[in-house]
């Protein structure tokens, strides 16, 4: 017994075996208490942890990896609430385990509608008036002072001053650039988008009108969004640095403006680095901007001659604005007139005007005006030079050199008044406070473009006449012409500006008839829609209609005909340009588009793009599809080889639209190869054979001739003067006598390729004894749009154009269902394919041809 018990008694003995039976029967009634009336008991219900236990504790036996020692998360916060069990370095430290939302925000927007200097409700007034309404586009080369310009006239119309004021550090300093909004024309002070606003000016007599202006992008590489915007306007305001004179961009603007007709003002800028920099005399200013102004008009006098003197640009006539953006100071002659109009009551404004430009001389003795210059001691000075540059000249002296005091009582007598710290600031800055309240606001502006540029009511029939592919004698084309705010809903739309975030973009056009209200359903019609092939037409619904203000976008319940509008919710059909048409129009007429636009360039520059990981593909082929629509110019195409191919104008406009890709539209790191620029197809000699194809039924038969146009004919298709729309006669008349054509050949002539302005012919060489020439007019139309497209894609290395492609010959046949290529037999191809490039033989002539070729230029 001893040994059973320890010292202190507790019990150390081996316990008795309890019999077989027993154990059994034991096991059993507890596996029976277990499976069935604990599980039926104690269901779980989601409350266990709240209901209290009156019974008292059960007997049942519960194993150990069946017990809950703590509650479920379940069962904690709910059973919509997800949890995730995961390995402690699944997630590395430096990502939030829930983070933050991604808002991105590429452009620079207003938090709210800023202050402005007239009432907002006027101005959706004005609206109502098209022959108050003006829309102007600000072009130029780069850094000629477009974006400054619109700068002046933001100031002068939005209560901004004293924000600007609070600015400190480097911010201080910078040139507000209100028309910049994007990332890269901020960091790199260059304008690469297209920005409008819609602002209310004054003129000389205090009349207000509603200004449509569009800030474009000087860079040459920008050219394509000058040009979708000088489709929305009705003029051109040329900026030109007085110093640097006309370059590049600005020829090339200046010939699109005269061979589109679109009425050009011009504003002379940066005229004070005349005194600051060069520091000329006031003699050699006068003769540096003469020859500026006839420089421009000896570019128009080339472009079309004889049509120099109508489009002439002279300051007697209004039509040239000497400014200093920088300054904030702008003036005409006939402004600058009227400042002394009033102080001196007998002069008469419209007549001194007149007086001040060119070779007119003032006798200061006399007090005359003369033709001729005065010679010895009475020398008489130029007029301009006498009553303008020598006043300004003294401005700008005096404030720069004189004494706070000094400086003061001279500009009492003039009647500018400034604080007393302003006297105090850098000298730049006191000059520009000086100045702007010598000059005063830019009414010289607004004179110069309601009397130089139409209004939308006075240029909607020419709009029409150039841009419509409908007939003008219909109830749409009359309700176009009068700018009818109650007719058909037709709008133009040439731009597509992105969301902040770049996930959606609003449509940029203008309204032509009807008034664009929020919640219209409308037809989409795109550059393809014709009426014989509907398939590039979608039905869409305003989403929202707003006014453009760069930075801002005033909502609105309507935009009547003759304004510009930014609509929401139509974008997902439009790739580059669109015209919106109401789902019917009145007595089932026909819808007819507006014609896509003519850029001055084309894309030359080509990349390859691919993602680094293969899975984000279809990530890449969005974003893709999102920087065909924002840029207008840009072209992209997957190769044969699969290669997805980005063509643009230039390197810089590459970098920005990769730049986008990357980060604005695809958010992702893509692989890019070198650039190349492609080849331009053309023909050196006559084809040695007569290419043929025969359809597949061997009833119809096809055959052309390539051979090379006349020196001279390609510029001047190019150039516009000679036009397929002018008719048949007056092209056959032109060629007839300027390159000594046959009569009947010039008279055969069917199409310019692969545009209005291309420089390759189609004619048709038949004769009436050998081709039925009625059936031949039936499939007229279908060998024109084939045409087109080979010369358009070219078939040897699949390029954009066969440049200086000459004339092709018919021969009999009855339906065109074939294919051909230069200098070699084509393969018959299937009905619907004109012009594949696969069917081309390589000759050892076509191979020579690719490797020689320029790039990038036209042989």
């Known amino acids: 017994m001893d040994d059973l018990y320890d010292e202190f008694g507790n019990f150390i003995g081996e316990e008795a075996d309890a019999s077989e039976e027993e154990s059994e029967h034991g096991v059993d009634a507890g596996q029976y208490v277990y499976d069935e009336e604990f599980e039926a008991a104690h269901e779980p219900t989601g409350q266990e942890l709240m209901e209290l236990d009156d019974e008292g504790p059960s007997n049942a036996v519960v194993l150990h990896e069946d017990k809950q020692y703590y509650p479920t998360a379940q069962q904690v916060y709910g059973a919509d609430v997800e949890t995730l069990v995961q390995e402690e370095d699944a997630q590395p430290l430096t990502q939030p385990i829930i983070a933050p939302p991604d808002i991105k925000k590429f452009t620079i927007e207003e938090d709210d509608l800023p202050p402005v200097f007239f009432d907002r409700g006027f101005m959706a007034d004005l609206m109502n008036y098209p022959d108050q309404i003006r829309n102007v586009a600000l072009a130029g080369h780069l850094h000629h002072g477009k974006t400054s310009f619109m700068d002046m006239l933001v100031m002068e119309t939005h209560d901004i001053g004293e924000r600007l004021e609070k600015r400190s550090g480097k911010k201080r300093d910078e040139q507000l650039r209100y028309t910049d909004v994007h990332v890269l024309e901020r960091e790199r002070g260059v304008s690469v988008k297209a920005a409008p606003m819609s602002l209310v000016l004054q003129s000389t007599k205090g009349k207000s009108h509603l200004f449509n202006i569009i800030d474009t992008p000087g860079h040459v590489n920008f050219v394509d969004e000058v040009a979708a915007s000088l489709r929305l306007v009705d003029g051109v305001a040329l900026v030109v640095d007085v110093v640097e004179g006309v370059q590049v961009n600005t020829e090339q603007i200046i010939k699109h403006a005269v061979l589109e007709d679109i009425p050009m003002t011009l504003i002379v800028n940066k005229v004070d680095r005349l005194i600051l920099e060069l520091r000329l005399p006031p003699t050699d200013a006068y003769f540096k901007l003469k020859h500026c102004i006839e420089e421009i008009n000896t570019i128009i006098e080339n472009t079309i001659p004889g049509a120099g003197e109508k489009r002439r640009l002279s300051p007697e006539k209004g039509n040239v604005l000497f400014a200093c953006s920088e300054m904030g100071w702008c003036f005409t002659l006939q402004s600058f007139a009227k400042m002394y109009a009033d102080n001196f009551p007998g002069v008469i404004m419209d007549e001194f005007a007149k007086r001040l430009w060119g070779d007119v001389y003032f006798n200061p003795k006399k007090r005359t005006f003369s033709r001729k210059p005065l010679q010895g001691e009475n020398r008489a000075k130029r007029s301009f030079i006498s009553f303008i540059l020598e006043p300004i000249y003294k401005v700008f002296s005096l404030s720069i050199s004189q004494s706070p005091e000094d400086l003061k009582a001279t500009l009492a007598s003039l009647d500018i008044v400034l604080k007393p710290s ?224 980005i063509l643009g104008t230039g390197e810089l406009y590459m970098d920005c639209v990769l730049h986008d890709l990357r980060r604005l539209y695809a958010d992702m790191e893509i692989k890019v190869s070198d650039p190349v620029t492609r080849f331009c197809e053309t023909v050196d000699e006559m084809s040695a054979t007569k290419c043929y194809a025969i359809t597949p039924n061997k009833k119809n038969k096809i055959t052309m001739v390539a051979e090379p146009l006349d020196d001279g004919i390609p510029e001047d298709i190019e150039a516009g003067h000679v036009k397929m729309r002018d008719g048949t006669r007056k092209v056959a008349k032109f060629f007839e006598e300027k390159y000594g054509w046959d009569l009947l050949a010039a008279r055969s002539i069917w199409a310019f390729g692969p545009d209005e302005l291309g420089p390759n012919i189609l004619q048709d060489d038949t004769l009436p004894s050998e081709v039925d020439k009625s059936l031949l007019k039936t499939v007229r139309e279908t060998i024109r749009q084939g045409f087109s497209w080979a010369a358009r894609e070219g078939p040897l290395c699949e390029e954009r154009k066969l440049v200086h492609l000459s004339l092709l010959y018919l021969l009999p046949f009855r339906l065109l269902h074939s294919a051909f290529c230069m200098d070699c037999i084509a393969r018959t191809r299937p009905p619907s394919i004109l012009f594949p490039s696969d069917t081309c033989t390589p000759h050892a002539r076509h191979t020579t041809q690719r490797v020689s070729a320029r790039p990038a230029e036209r042989i």
Not at 437 to 454: A, K, L, N
Not at 462 to 470: C, V
Not at 490 to 517: E, Q
Not at 629 to 636: H, R
């Open 422 to 645: 302003q006297y105090k600031t850098d000298a730049k800055v006191l000059l520009k406070l000086v100045c702007e309240q010598f000059f005063g606001p830019s009414t010289g502006f607004v004179d110069m473009v309601v009397q130089h540029i139409p209004s939308p009511l006075e240029a909607a029939q020419k709009q029409l006449e150039r841009y419509y592919t409908g007939p003008l004698d219909t109830k749409v084309a009359e309700s176009m012409k009068a700018c009818d705010q109650d007719g058909p809903l037709v709008i133009n739309i040439t731009k597509l500006f992105n969301a902040t975030d770049g996930k959606s973009f609003s449509s940029f056009g203008r309204v032509m008839s009807g008034t664009a209200r929020p919640g219209m359903q409308v037809r989409v019609l795109g550059e393809g829609y014709s009426i014989d092939d509907e398939e590039d037409m979608t039905m869409a619904t305003i989403s929202g209609v707003h006014i453009a203000e760069t930075r801002y976008n005033i909502p609105t319940d309507g935009i009547p005909a003759g304004n510009w509008a930014l609509l929401g919710g139509i974008d997902n059909s439009i790739v580059k340009s669109a015209t919106v048409m109401p789902p019917k129009l009145e007595d089932d007429e026909e819808a007819y588009i507006f014609k896509p636009i003519t850029h001055f360039t084309e894309s030359v520059l080509k990349v390859a793009v691919e993602p680094i990981n293969p899975s984000e593909l279809p990530k890449m082929l969005d974003g893709l599809r999102k920087i065909n629509k924002s840029y207008p110019l840009i072209t992209t195409k997957v190769e044969e080889s699969g290669e997805h191919i």
